[in-house]
C-alpha cells in the first residue's frame, strides 16, 4: 500500500460520495441525452430542490416571480446558472471538516466555489467544457480535507507556515507527509468514480506539466487557483508562488489584458459566490 493510500484508509469516516453531481456529469457528456433527464434527476432530489429554489428565489437573482420547480429554474435562468447551483448545492457536504481539524471549511468552500467559477471562465475561453471545469475547480483542492483529518492542527500550522517561510504548500507536505493535497483528492475522486479527466486535473492542478495530454486543462485549473486567491481576499497563498501561474498562463496563451478582463469578470462573480457558500447549511 502506498504512503496516499495509507493516509485515506487511516480516516474512519470519508464524506459520502456526489454521486448525483457524477451522474449529472456524465448524462451532460452523454450526447443523446436530453434536458429533461437532467431536470429529472435533480427533481428526485428533494433536498437538493428545495435549496436550489430556495437559491434561485434569492435577492441575488431578483426575480419578480417565485421559481417553483427545477424545470422553471432550467427556463428562467438557463441551464449553466442551474447546473453551478446543483453542482455547489450537492458537493457542499464534502468540503466539512471535522472539528478536531484545524480547517477552516467554510474558508476553503468559498475558495473552492471562487475556482470553480474561475475554471469555468478561464476553459470556455480554451473550448473546454464548462460543466466539468467547473467541477474540476469545486474539487480541486479535495485532498486538503484528508490531510486536516489524519493530521489535525499539525496540517494547518503547517499551512501557516509555508506561507510564512513562501514555501510551496506542496513540496513541504510531501517532505512533511510523504504525499500532498493533489494525489490524495486524485485517488479519492478516482473512489468516487469521477471521470480518468477529473481525476487527472486534481492530481496535477499544482503541475499542469505532469498533466501530459490535459495538460492544458490543467494549466487553467492553476490559473483559476491563482485568480481565486487573488480576488476572493483569502489569506491563503498558492501552492506555489506566482511565477508558475505565469507559466500557466504561457501554456494558454493568454495575455495580460485578458487575464486581467478574467480576474475582472471573476470579481463580478463573487456576489454569487457569497450567496451560493451561504446557502449552506
Ligand atoms: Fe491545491
Ligand atoms: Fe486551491
Known amino acids: 500500500m502506498d504512503r496516499t493510500e495509507e493516509l485515506l484508509e487511516s480516516i474512519q469516516s470519508l464524506p459520502p460520495a456526489p454521486n448525483l453531481l457524477n451522474r449529472l456529469l456524465g448524462e451532460l457528456n452523454n450526447i443523446h441525452s436530453d ?73 476553503l468552500w468559498k475558495h473552492s466555489v471562487t475556482v470553480a467559477f474561475a475554471s469555468q471562465r478561464v476553459g470556455k475561453a480554451q473550448g473546454a467544457d464548462s460543466a466539468l471545469l467547473f467541477t474540476a475547480g469545486l474539487l480541486h483542492d479535495i485532498g486538503k480535507l484528508v490531510l486536516g483529518e489524519v493530521f489535525k492542527k499539525e496540517y494547518a500550522h503547517l499551512i501557516h507556515g509555508s506561507q510564512l517561510a513562501g514555501r510551496a504548500l506542496v513540496e513541504v507536505e510531501r517532505s512533511c507527509f510523504g504525499t500532498d493535497h493533489c494525489a490524495l483528492g486524485a485517488r479519492l475522486l478516482e473512489r468516487w468514480h469521477f471521470s480518468p479527466l477529473l481525476v487527472n486535473l486534481a492530481a496535477h492542478h499544482h503541475a499542469p506539466e505532469e498533466a501530459a495530454a490535459d495538460r492544458r486543462f490543467a494549466a487553467c485549473l492553476e490559473l483559476a487557483d491563482t485568480l481565486a486567491h487573488q480576488v476572493d481576499g483569502v489569506k491563503l497563498l498558492p501552492a506555489r508562488n506566482t511565477a508558475p501561474a505565469l507559466s500557466a498562463q504561457e501554456t494558454l496563451g493568454i495575455s495580460n489584458e485578458q487575464l486581467e478582463r478574467h480576474r475582472e469578470g471573476l470579481r463580478k462573480s463573487l456576489p454569487l459566490v457569497e450567496t451560493l457558500c451561504s446557502a449552506r447549511s
Open 35 to 107: 434536458l429533461n433527464k437532467v431536470v429529472e434527476l435533480i427533481s428526485f432530489e428533494p433536498a437538493l430542490t428545495a435549496k436550489l429554489l430556495h437559491v434561485c428565489n434569492s435577492a441575488y437573482y431578483g426575480l419578480s416571480d417565485p421559481v417553483n420547480h427545477v424545470s422553471d429554474a432550467v427556463n428562467r435562468l438557463g441551464f449553466h446558472s442551474v447546473f453551478h447551483i446543483v453542482a455547489v448545492v450537492s458537493g457542499e457536504h464534502l468540503v466539512r471538516p471535522s472539528p478536531t481539524s484545524g480547517l477552516d471549511g467554510n474558508q
